[in-house]
């Protein structure tokens, strides 16, 4: 098992995990039948935060190969994605008049349903997109895909192919990278002189303060905020210039970067600095009291479930995200409480929960199930499935929603 032992931004010497999770199966290795449930691996998931940069990281690497061999997430199945990709690039093709000239690559592409958005704005566009079936979905709807994990090599030979890129995009695959200065030397050999890097991660702030320890599961090595961001652009001649909220994902944050100098740095950024450093984190004691958090909310949570199975309630979960695994593996006297999940992804559906093993099922197959209660495990979809499933509260069913507190709706 590789394990870090310095910090992978500023090789600084990494201090013992504040939260440690255990050992836990990676989240997104659903399995397909009961024959599989001996041979499941488990590794372990624990948060180590530098004293240096403040980079907040798993200390244990699960090889990529392993890691997204299985790769399901299809980002079309949420509205919320589409219709959050149409406003993110009509306000970057505002912004930098993109045209036929330009090129849009997007890395981690998934199905193209981004890029689509920019293709509309006139943009030339490119995925690299590493899952095989996922690309082939990608160019069935027209958006040109490199099966590839994105190194410093690969984006030598793809801009010597496609020319240079006026806008990288990354939503939610910054984290995923161990070798973040491989990265941004990638980076800087294919953004043209004046371009824009686009960098969409789950913010640490939001993190911490809704108590989102869920989003913790291997595929997601870096936990990210300013403070670190900074550092590592500093290294390879880049500054971060703007960031944005991102109303998706728990709260995520858009980071605009550009080569130092280039651009303008927002008012945004610097009152956004300032929160960070007195909502304190860049302080170690942050994380010990974050730590705490999570403990007592495990106490509650079971607890909350525990009475009111014995009250008589039945449980279904919805949303079979990695989350939900993360979640479940934690507490595993709840995810004995569920009789399924529902999930609206075909590929999910008829595949058992890594670790925990509870049955994943089509979004409406709770008319048949019985449920009185749907813990919703896909929170930061909350409002989208509440109405979705408005027809279970019709008939009496209730909500809960575990994060940040347990609540019942
Ligand atoms: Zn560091």
Same mark, same amino acid.
Request: aromatic share 8%; proline share 7%.
């Given at each position: 098992m590789p394990a870090h032992s310095r910090c992978r931004i500023c090789a600084t010497p990494l201090p013992e995990?504040?939260?440690?999770?255990?050992?836990?199966?990676? $989240?997104?290795?659903?399995?397909?039948?009961?024959?599989?449930?001996?041979?499941?691996?488990?590794?372990?998931?624990?948060?180590?935060? #530098?004293?240096? #940069?403040?980079?907040?990281?798993?200390?244990?690497?699960?090889?990529?190969?392993?890691?997204?061999?299985?790769?399901?997430?299809?980002?079309?199945?949420?509205? $919320?994605?589409?219709?959050?990709?149409?406003?993110?690039?009509?306000?970057?093709? /505002?912004?930098?008049?993109?045209?036929?000239?330009?090129?849009? &690559?997007?890395?981690?592409?998934?199905?193209?349903? &981004?890029?689509?958005?920019?293709?509309?704005?006139? /943009?030339?566009?490119?995925? &690299?997109?590493?899952?095989?079936?996922? $690309? /082939?979905? $990608?160019?069935?709807?027209?958006?040109?895909? /490199?099966?590839?994990?994105f190194t410093e090599a690969a984006a030598r030979r793809l801009a010597a192919e496609e020319g240079k890129a006026s806008v990288i995009l990354g939503r939610h695959v910054f984290a995923h990278i161990d070798n973040l200065h491989d990265f941004f030397r990638a980076v800087a050999h294919w953004l043209a002189p004046e371009g824009t890097l686009l960098i969409e991660v789950p913010y640490l702030g939001n993190l911490l303060a809704q108590l989102e320890f869920d989003t913790i599961y291997h595929e997601h090595l870096s936990y990210l905020s300013l403070r670190p961001v900074m550092e590592l652009c500093a290294r390879h001649g880049f500054e971060l210039t703007d960031t944005s909220p991102v109303p998706l994902h728990g709260g995520s944050l858009l980071f605009s970067i550009h080569r130092t100098g280039t651009a303008k740095t927002t008012e945004r950024l610097n009152r956004m600095w300032k929160a960070e450093a007195e909502n304190g984190l860049h302080r170690m004691e942050t994380f010990a009291g974050f730590a705490q958090r999570v403990a007592r909310w495990k106490e509650a949570f079971e607890g909350l479930i525990a009475s009111l199975g014995s009250a008589g309630a039945r449980f279904v979960g919805y949303g079979a995200a990695a989350k939900a695994n993360t979640l479940l593996n934690f507490c595993p006297s709840v995810a004995q409480q569920l009789t399924a999940i529902l999930d609206r992804n075909p590929l999910k559906q008829g595949s058992y929960t890594p670790g925990t093993h509870v049955p994943v099922v089509s979004a409406e197959a709770w008319r048949k199930d019985g449920a009185t209660h749907m813990l919703i495990l896909a929170w930061n979809f909350k409002e989208e499935i509440l109405a979705q499933m408005r027809p279970f509260a019709e008939r009496g069913g209730r909500f809960l929603v575990p994060i940040p507190r347990p609540e019942l709706i």
């Open positions: 995990p504040f939260l440690d999770l255990g050992e836990m199966p990676l $989240a997104n290795a659903f399995l397909s039948s009961a024959e599989e449930f001996p041979l499941e691996k488990s590794y372990p998931l624990a948060v180590s935060a #530098c004293p240096q #940069c403040s980079l907040v990281q798993l200390n244990f690497v699960v090889p990529p190969e392993i890691l997204y061999r299985h790769y399901l997430y299809v980002s079309s199945t949420s509205e $919320a994605v589409g219709r959050y990709a149409a406003t993110l690039a009509s306000e970057v093709g /505002a912004r930098r008049r993109l045209g036929k000239k330009d090129l849009v &690559v997007e890395l981690g592409s998934n199905d193209g349903l &981004v890029l689509q958005a920019f293709q509309r704005q006139g /943009a030339r566009v490119l995925g &690299v997109e590493p899952a095989r079936n996922i $690309a /082939a979905v $990608a160019r069935e709807r027209g958006i040109p895909t /490199a099966e590839e994990f």
